[in-house]
Structures are given as structure tokens and as C-alpha cells.
């Protein structure tokens, strides 16, 4: 086991009608922006929740935070934090306006060029205290440290970590979620599925809570995946299905382990050349990867195969193979597709995107596995 250091001080609150708690989590003094995104929070009763909540508070709204969220737009939302002496962040949304509100609350007291922060994470030693209301299970930025900006005008989409993005408090009432359409829903399960995988993919490594913690939450999200398809304003299955995606990625699932990250790293690629969204790159490109470094993942694919998808026979490398079909197959009952055709991204990307990942001079996965080249072998595959 890896060392490590977990602290995770983000306080949840969870439940039908939590929304009503802003009143009281948030000090009467503070100053509050409150970000959202296109207007699903002003068509589902959301916003008029929060409104409600805050009527005995300052507050100002931002709006048009949009998916895979801009740089542009957030330094927009700065610059009116900062004319109107904002001192605490509330992002209402899912994980686009989470992020961008992080990233807003480090800009506003920065002084120098605010993309530097994203470049250079440790250049971020002040911020502004923010919160969440949770609209759309998916990435678990309303409790973790992380976060991922675009810059459409340089085609860039880069994550960024500081122990300052953790919010002081996320609300998750289950029923906020009950107005997404299939297409977030499918993405949700998928994100959420991957970044357990990202965690859990790599060798035995000895850790046995943190793999049947993994697996616990593998098999939740597939018993709920399947279920939220066609019950999503059931409140237990959306309750679970809430509760996985905050788990996979709030550091409980990471302790001590090797990770991998490689799908996410090169499916960033997808976004911002492609315009695909989130989850879809990494329906796309998983497959592929594991098909490409099976002889890499071969031991911990077996575990997986017996211990998620109940495969009991056959050779390592058959379990192996059966594992990496039931994932795919996952995620296309999840509604996704699992090849770059079928976006019709041509094949000549393969060499566009390898061109970009080897200027960078980047290795991505457990032990730098994915290379520049192998990347590129990893696209091909997708194809
Ligand atoms: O903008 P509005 O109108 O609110 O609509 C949104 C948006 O169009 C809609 N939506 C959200 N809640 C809804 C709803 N529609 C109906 N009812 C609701 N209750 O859903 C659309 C997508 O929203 P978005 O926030 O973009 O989705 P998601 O939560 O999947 O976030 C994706 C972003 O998070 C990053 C991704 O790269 C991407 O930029 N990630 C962030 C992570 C993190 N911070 O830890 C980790 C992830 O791996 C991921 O990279
Ligand atoms: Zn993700």
C-alpha cells in the first residue's frame, strides 16, 4: 500500500428538501454570488428553492456557465464578484458550474493572470469560500479538490488540483435530479463507473478495502444504472445512484492505491477538438485502452471479472477478455456509443491528437504505461 494523507472537509447534506438548509449554512453577513448554468435550474424549481432559502441574504446570480465550462466565461463571472466585493461562491448545477466556480473563487483574489492558476496549481494559496447545490450525478466535484477548465480560443481543457477547491458544504437532494434527460443521466452512471475504474484498473496491489470498496461501488452502479434508466423519479434509485457518483471520487476510493487517470487525460482530447461530451470520451476510449494494455491490466481485470461480473471459468486472460467486453457492453446499455465513427471523428485525429499529447511531452496511467505512442495506438483502437 502506498502512503498517503486523506482529508476531505467538505460537509454533505443530504435529502429531500435540504435545499432549505442555505439558510442557515451560510453566515447572514456574507456576500454571495450564485452560479448557474443554461436556465435547467430555473425550468426544474431549483433556482426558486435557492431563492427561497436566500431571501434573507445578499445575493447576486450569474448565468450561462455552460457545459465543459470556459475560461472566458468564468473570468466574466469574476469580474462581477470582484465589482461587487463577493465574498462566498454558491454553484447551482452539476460538475461544469462546480468547477467553474472553483476556479472563479481562486481568480478573484489573484492578481496576476488568471490562467496562470491553472497552469501552475500551487500559485493558488488564497480563495473564496464556495458551496454547491447538486443538480446532476456525475463527477463528484462537490466533494473533492478537483477541477476542469476549457479554453476554447487556445483548444486547451486542463484539470486543475488544490486542497482550496474543497466546498465548505454540498447540498444533494435526489430530487433535483429527477429532471435530467436520458442523455446526463447515461453520462452520469458512465463518469461516475470510470472513475472508479481510474482508481481500481491497475495491478493487485494488496489493498484489499480499497478494491472491495471499488467493487461495492462498480456493482451499486451497475445495479442503479441499469434501474435509472427507466425509474429516474424513483427517489431510492436516484438517492444510490446520487450517493455512488459523490463516493467514487471524494478520495474514499483512492486511499493508498496506484491510479491510472489515462482515459480521462486523453479523452479531454475528444472535447475540445470534438465537441463530445465528458462521459462520452470516456465510453470511447476505455475499451480501447484496456483492449491495448491487457497484458498490462490482465491480473486485476480477472479480479474484476470474477468479482463484479461474477466470472468463475476459464483461463486469466479469457476472464480478462470477458472483462473488457462486459464494460463496453455496460456502457452501451448505459446508451453510449463506444467508437470514435460513430461520432464520425475521421481517423486522420488520431494523429492530430498524438501530435498535441507528444508536443506536451506527457505520459499519462499507472507507471506512465500510456505514452505519446501508445496514446495513439489507443485512438487507432477506438476508431
Ligand atoms: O446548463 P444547464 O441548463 O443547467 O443544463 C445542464 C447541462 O446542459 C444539464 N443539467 C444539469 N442539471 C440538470 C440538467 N438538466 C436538467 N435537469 C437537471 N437537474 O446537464 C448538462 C450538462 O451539465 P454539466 O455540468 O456539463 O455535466 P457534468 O456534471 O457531467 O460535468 C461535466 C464537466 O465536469 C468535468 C468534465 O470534464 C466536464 O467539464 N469533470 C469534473 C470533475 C471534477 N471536478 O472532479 C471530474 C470529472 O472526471 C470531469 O472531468
Ligand atoms: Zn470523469
Same mark, same amino acid.
Given at each position: 500500500?502506498?502512503?498517503?494523507?486523506?482529508?476531505?472537509?467538505?460537509?454533505?447534506?443530504?435529502?429531500?428538501?435540504?435545499?432549505?438548509?442555505?439558510?442557515?449554512?451560510?453566515?447572514?453577513?456574507?456576500?454571495?454570488?450564485?452560479?448557474?448554468?443554461?436556465?435547467? &435550474?430555473?425550468?426544474?424549481?431549483?433556482?426558486?428553492?435557492?431563492?427561497?432559502? #436566500?431571501?434573507?441574504?445578499?445575493?447576486?446570480?450569474?448565468?450561462?456557465?455552460?457545459?465543459?465550462?470556459?475560461?472566458?466565461?468564468?473570468?466574466?463571472?469574476?469580474?462581477?464578484?470582484?465589482?461587487?466585493?463577493?465574498?462566498?461562491? #454558491?454553484? @447551482?448545477?452539476?460538475?461544469? @458550474?462546480?468547477?467553474? @466556480?472553483?476556479?472563479?473563487?481562486?481568480?478573484?483574489? =489573484?492578481?496576476?493572470?488568471?490562467?496562470?492558476?491553472?497552469?501552475?496549481?500551487?500559485?493558488?494559496?488564497?480563495?473564496?469560500?464556495?458551496?454547491?447545490?447538486?443538480?446532476?450525478?456525475?463527477?463528484?466535484?462537490?466533494?473533492?479538490?478537483?477541477?476542469?477548465?476549457? !479554453?476554447?480560443?487556445?483548444?486547451?481543457?486542463?484539470?486543475?488540483?488544490?486542497?482550496?477547491?474543497?466546498?465548505?458544504?454540498?447540498?444533494?437532494?435526489?430530487?433535483?435530479?429527477?429532471?435530467?434527460?436520458?442523455?446526463?443521466?447515461?453520462?452520469?452512471?458512465?463518469?461516475?463507473?470510470? $472513475?472508479?475504474?481510474?482508481?481500481?484498473?491497475?495491478?493487485?496491489?494488496?489493498?484489499?478495502? %480499497?478494491?472491495?470498496?471499488?467493487?461495492?461501488?462498480? %456493482?451499486?452502479?451497475?445495479?442503479?444504472?441499469?434501474?435509472? %434508466?427507466?425509474?429516474? $423519479?424513483? =427517489?431510492?434509485?436516484?438517492?444510490?445512484?446520487?450517493?455512488?457518483?459523490?463516493?467514487?471520487?471524494?478520495?474514499? &476510493?483512492?486511499?493508498? @492505491?496506484?491510479?491510472?487517470?489515462?482515459? $480521462?487525460?486523453?479523452?479531454?482530447?475528444?472535447?475540445?477538438?470534438?465537441?463530445?461530451?465528458? &462521459?462520452?470520451?470516456?465510453?470511447?476510449?476505455?475499451?480501447?485502452?484496456?483492449?491495448?494494455?491487457?497484458?498490462?491490466?490482465?491480473?486485476?481485470?480477472? +479480479?474484476?471479472?470474477?468479482?463484479?461480473?461474477?466470472? $468463475?471459468?476459464?483461463?486469466?486472460? /479469457?476472464?480478462?477478455?470477458?472483462?473488457?467486453?462486459?464494460?463496453?457492453?455496460?456502457?452501451? +446499455? %448505459?446508451?453510449?456509443?463506444?467508437?470514435?465513427?460513430?461520432? /464520425?471523428?475521421?481517423?486522420?485525429?488520431?494523429?492530430?491528437?498524438?501530435? !498535441?499529447?507528444?508536443? !506536451?511531452?506527457?505520459s499519462?496511467?499507472?507507471?506512465l504505461l500510456v505514452t505519446p505512442e501508445v496514446a495513439?495506438?489507443?485512438?487507432?483502437?477506438?476508431?
Open positions: 500500500m502506498n502512503n498517503f494523507t486523506f482529508e476531505n472537509p467538505t460537509k454533505l447534506i443530504f435529502g429531500k428538501g435540504s435545499i432549505a438548509r442555505l439558510a442557515t449554512e451560510i453566515e447572514k453577513n456574507r456576500r454571495i454570488l450564485i452560479c448557474f448554468g443554461g436556465g435547467s &435550474a430555473k425550468r426544474n424549481g431549483v433556482y426558486q428553492q435557492v431563492k427561497e432559502a #436566500l431571501k434573507d441574504h445578499y445575493t447576486l446570480e450569474f448565468w450561462g456557465i455552460e457545459p465543459n465550462p470556459d475560461y472566458d466565461t468564468a473570468m466574466k463571472a469574476v469580474e462581477l464578484a470582484r465589482t461587487n466585493q463577493i465574498d462566498f461562491l #454558491l454553484a @447551482v448545477g452539476g460538475g461544469s @458550474v462546480i468547477d467553474a @466556480v472553483k476556479f472563479i473563487a481562486h481568480a478573484i483574489p =489573484y492578481e496576476g493572470d488568471a490562467w496562470d492558476l491553472i497552469k501552475d496549481n500551487s500559485l493558488i494559496c488564497r480563495s473564496t469560500p464556495l458551496a454547491t447545490v447538486l443538480t446532476l450525478p456525475a463527477t463528484g466535484s462537490e466533494m473533492n479538490h478537483r477541477g476542469v477548465l476549457s !479554453r476554447r480560443s487556445t483548444l486547451e481543457k486542463v484539470s486543475f488540483i488544490t486542497p482550496y477547491s474543497f466546498p465548505v458544504f454540498s447540498i444533494l437532494d435526489p430530487e433535483t435530479a429527477y429532471s435530467l434527460p436520458q442523455r446526463q443521466l447515461s453520462n452520469g452512471v458512465v463518469d461516475a463507473f470510470m $472513475h472508479t475504474m481510474e482508481q481500481y484498473m491497475t495491478y493487485p496491489d494488496h489493498n484489499i478495502l %480499497m478494491d472491495r470498496w471499488a467493487e461495492g461501488l462498480l %456493482m451499486s452502479l451497475i445495479e442503479t444504472g441499469e434501474r435509472i %434508466m427507466s425509474q429516474h $423519479h424513483d =427517489y431510492d434509485t436516484m438517492a444510490n445512484f446520487m450517493l455512488c457518483a459523490s463516493m467514487a471520487l471524494n478520495g474514499f &476510493a483512492g486511499m493508498g @492505491v496506484p491510479q491510472d487517470w489515462a482515459t $480521462h487525460r486523453i479523452g479531454y482530447e475528444l472535447t475540445i477538438l470534438f465537441g463530445l461530451d465528458h &462521459a462520452q470520451t470516456l465510453a470511447v476510449i476505455y475499451p480501447a485502452l484496456l483492449r491495448v494494455l491487457k497484458k498490462h491490466k490482465r491480473d486485476k481485470l480477472a +479480479q474484476y471479472a470474477e468479482r463484479v461480473w461474477n466470472v $468463475h471459468t476459464g483461463s486469466t486472460d /479469457e476472464k480478462a477478455d470477458i472483462a473488457i467486453e462486459k464494460t463496453e457492453s455496460f456502457f452501451r +446499455q %448505459m446508451g453510449l456509443r463506444t467508437r470514435m465513427s460513430e461520432y /464520425e471523428i475521421p481517423a486522420e485525429a488520431v494523429d492530430i491528437i498524438y501530435n !498535441r499529447i507528444k508536443t !506536451r511531452g506527457v499519462y496511467g499507472e507507471n495513439r495506438e489507443i485512438y487507432k483502437n477506438a476508431l
